[in-house]
């Protein structure tokens, strides 16, 4: 049988590892929006500097 204090820890350890994987996988989604939002400035400034209407459209 595992003591309460052991499975505490085992408890604090997953939570621990849980929220570890959290914040990697938020500091992920937040990098690939900012990509995404430099992508789509960079293609916005280039269909100015050729005045495509149909990208600025977007």
Sequence with gaps: MV???RLADIGY???STSMMLLTAYG???CAMRG????????QLK?????Q????MKD
């Design 27 to 29: 500091g992920y989604l």
């Design 13 to 15: 350890r997953a939570f």
């Design 3 to 5: 003591s309460g204090k």
């Design 52 to 55: 495509d209407p149909e990208v």
């Design 46 to 50: 280039l269909a100015a500097e050729n």
């Design 35 to 42: 990509y995404r939002y430099m992508q789509k400035q960079k």
